[in-house]
């Protein structure tokens, strides 16, 4: 396996098209993700269509995804290559948006991405350089607000802040 890239932290040109890192809890339910093609950009690995959004970094206090410029989809041994930490501790995923699978989602918004925007302070002041961008369910649904504040979200935090567990908890 080639070493995941990170993403140069540059501003991305996109047009406006529009997850605190607990991965979205989920129901064994129905898709509702109907056009089947947006991500959830805080995903399981074990989720349809998983890749590996980023790479944890930064402080325990305040972590830093860094995000990759190259597709890089989940695989048995990629999984196994961060033990004996959890690949979650180590990598962001992203992967096909549940819909109504989902406990974040109400059919119409996913809560998460509204609490993460209304909570969370931004942590960049450019568009992360991000590949999802195009079909990411927050940025479709929040815009700018969302990828300001999208890199501190991580699967894995070992020191929440307040701020953290009431966006990631509702
Ligand atoms: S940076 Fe923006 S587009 Fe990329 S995953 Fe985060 S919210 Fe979605």
């Given at each position: 396996?080639?070493?995941p890239?990170?993403?140069?932290?540059?501003?991305?040109?996109?047009?406006p098209a529009g997850?605190?890192?607990?991965?979205?809890?989920?129901?064994?339910?129905?898709?509702?993700n109907?056009?089947q093609?947006?991500?959830?950009?805080?995903?399981q690995?074990?989720?349809?269509g998983s890749?590996?959004?980023?790479v944890?970094?930064?402080?325990m206090e305040?972590?830093?995804?860094?995000y990759l410029?190259e597709?890089?989809p989940?695989t048995s041994?990629?999984?196994?290559?961060?033990?004996?930490?959890?690949?979650?501790e180590?990598?962001?995923?992203?992967?096909?948006c549940?819909g109504?699978?989902?406990?974040?989602?109400?059919g119409?918004?996913?809560?998460?991405a509204?609490r993460?925007?209304?909570?969370?302070?931004?942590?960049v002041?450019?568009?992360p350089?991000?590949?999802?961008?195009?079909?990411?369910r927050?940025?479709?649904?929040?815009?700018?607000?969302?990828?300001m504040r999208c890199p501190?979200?991580?699967?894995?935090s070992?020191?929440?802040s307040?701020?953290f567990l009431?966006?990631?908890?509702?």
């Amino acid at each position: 396996m080639s070493e995941p890239q990170i993403a140069e932290p540059k501003t991305a040109e996109v047009k406006p098209a529009g997850e605190i890192a607990s991965a979205p809890a989920r129901k064994p339910a129905q898709n509702n993700n109907e056009d089947q093609t947006l991500m959830c950009p805080s995903a399981q690995p074990d989720m349809a269509g998983s890749r590996v959004l980023g790479v944890v970094g930064g402080t325990m206090e305040a972590a830093q995804v860094a995000y990759l410029n190259e597709s890089l989809p989940v695989t048995s041994e990629l999984l196994a290559s961060t033990a004996p930490l959890k690949p979650t501790e180590v990598f962001r995923f992203a992967a096909r948006c549940e819909g109504k699978a989902c406990r974040h989602f109400d059919g119409a918004n996913c809560n998460l991405a509204t609490r993460i925007v209304q909570i969370l302070p931004a942590v960049v002041d450019t568009l992360p350089a991000c590949l999802i961008r195009q079909a990411c369910r927050w940025y479709q649904q929040e815009g700018r607000a969302a990828c300001m504040r999208c890199p501190q979200v991580v699967t894995e935090s070992f020191q929440p802040s307040e701020e953290f567990l009431r966006a990631a908890l509702g």
